[in-house]
T-cell receptor, first 113, second 114 residues
Framework: GNSVTQMEGPVTLSEEAFLTINCTYT??????LFWYVQYPGEGLQLLLK?????DKGSNKGFEATYRKETTSFHLEKGSVQVSDSAVYFC????????????FGTGTRLLVSP | NAGVTQTPKFRVLKTGQSMTLLCAQD?????MYWYRQDPGMGLRLIHY???????AKGEVPDGYNVSRLKKQNFLLGLESAAPSQTSVYFC?????????????FGPGTRLTVL
């Protein structure tokens, strides 16, 4: 079946540190890949996406590259801020039938000043 | 433009009680979804709708019913609440169902069933 595996959190970093949140997937066909972010007390917001192999999604200083050979979509940011503290969800959508979003379990990021 | 709104934000029920969660979107989206979010399990799709008057089951539909009488509203009902339905419920909507289409999420409803 289709699934997404994320690293367990929380990830605790100091401000300006480098961030990597790992995400790997299993899917039939060629899925589209997404990162959603959930700030405290809010719903999920799309952070970035990539639709085919080697595509790089980017937004707000975050980047992720669709790696088909390693079935990965790791989220990176060069210098995190306290305001980046949130839960990050990796997700995929397959291109067959009803295109359901399949989410990972989420990774909590805590950034301290 | 309010996006996706959910009512209520919080609710506490006793086992066996019923309730309805309301989701409204003002973006003229065709597709609407109900998810539940549980610790360590990510989001799971309960039911979805591909247009006014249509609904379909998602991954975890048991114990829930839905209705989409108006395009902008998607209601989630619990006929007889159980403690296992304690969760955070999110509604989402999207215009298309293409692989790259964005789903827009509401702020969530935190439901506790005692």
């Amino acid at each position: 079946g289709n699934s997404v595996t994320q690293m367990e959190g929380p990830v605790t970093l100091s401000e300006e540190a480098f961030l990597t949140i790992n995400c790997t997937y299993t899917a039939t066909g060629y899925p589209s890949l997404f990162w959603y972010v959930q700030y405290p007390g809010e719903g999920l917001q799309l952070l970035l996406k990539a639709t085919k192999a080697d595509d790089k999604g980017s937004n707000k200083g975050f980047e992720a590259t669709y790696r088909k050979e390693t079935t990965s979509f790791h989220l990176e940011k060069g210098s995190v801020q306290v305001s980046d503290s949130a839960v990050y969800f990796c997700a995929l959508r397959v291109n067959t039938g009803f295109q359901k979003l399949v989410f990972g379990t989420g990774t909590r990021l805590l950034v301290s000043p | 433009n309010a996006g996706v709104t959910q009512t209520p934000k919080f609710r506490v029920l006793k086992t066996g009680q019923s309730m309805t969660l309301l989701c409204a979107q003002d973006m003229n989206h065709e597709y609407m979804y109900w998810y539940r979010q549980d610790p360590g399990m990510g989001l799971r799709l309960i039911h979805y709708s591909v247009g006014e008057g249509t609904t379909a089951k998602g991954e975890v539909p048991d114990g829930y019913n839905v209705s989409r009488l108006k395009k902008q509203n998607f209601l989630l009902g619990l006929e007889s609440a159980a403690p296992s339905q304690t969760s955070v419920y999110f509604c989402a909507s999207s215009y298309h169902q293409t692989p790259t289409d964005t789903q827009y999420f509401g702020p969530g409803t935190r439901l506790t069933v005692l």
